[in-house]
């Protein structure tokens, strides 16, 4: 329970990251942060304590501490913070899929992940490196039509510059992590736009 995820949001109410319930208690209980209610009520620290009657009725999300029982939050908002972090997404395989959308950035074919490859766009052989911006979804096909020629080489192009997401674009998918309802409204601006239309930042050269 107290490694479980809470959900951080600047002054605006945009998502920054997620942090553990722990250190949840902590911003709160040092006056820096806020709980968010159902309603968008806020609640410090000490508003979050609960009576023993009303234990039963908050299935477990309760956490005892020295100043009693304690309800966890599991959106919590920055009181002085106004920034919205760099935070990049991990590189691997599941990322990059998800990113481009399970299409293959060459033909424009939506696909399991089971018949996707990733490819790199500057073949190694050319000294491409692996990372997010020269590496893309592709399909069996055209991974092997390209083979280890260049864009140009190949006559074909890309559905989009690849770059490295940044974190708060990536806040719906979340991969491996448990999601609370608690955050949907706050996820929701994200997952309102397609991924086409996310407006990923282009990493710093
Ligand atoms: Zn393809």
Redesign the pocket.
């Known amino acids: 329970m107290v490694h479980s995820n809470v959900l951080v949001l600047n002054r605006s109410y945009l998502p920054v990251h997620l942090t553990s319930v722990k250190r949840a208690f902590v911003l709160l209980y040092r006056g820096v942060a806020k709980a968010l209610g159902e309603d968008f009520q806020t609640f410090n620290f000490y508003e979050l304590r609960v009576s023993p009657d009303e234990i039963q009725s908050l299935e477990g999300e309760v956490i005892g501490t020295m100043q009693g029982m304690i309800r966890v939050p599991r959106v919590i908002v920055l009181d002085h913070y106004d920034h919205v972090p760099k935070r990049y997404v991990r590189f691997s395989r599941q990322n990059v899929l998800v990113r481009d959308g399970f299409t293959?950035q060459?033909?424009g074919?939506r696909l399991p992940k089971s018949e996707l490859n990733l490819d790199h766009v500057v073949p190694r052989a050319l000294g491409g490196k692996t990372t997010w911006e020269n590496i893309v979804a592709?399909?069996f096909?055209?991974n092997r039509n390209k083979g280890s020629r260049t864009l140009a080489q190949a006559r074909i192009s890309l559905l989009r510059r690849p770059v490295r997401p940044r974190w708060t674009h990536w806040a719906h998918s979340f991969p491996g992590k448990v999601r609370y309802k608690e955050w949907q409204p706050f996820l929701h601006v994200v997952e309102q736009r397609k991924m086409s239309d996310v407006n990923f930042e282009s990493s710093r050269a």
């Open positions: 293959c060459y033909c074919v592709s399909c096909e055209c």
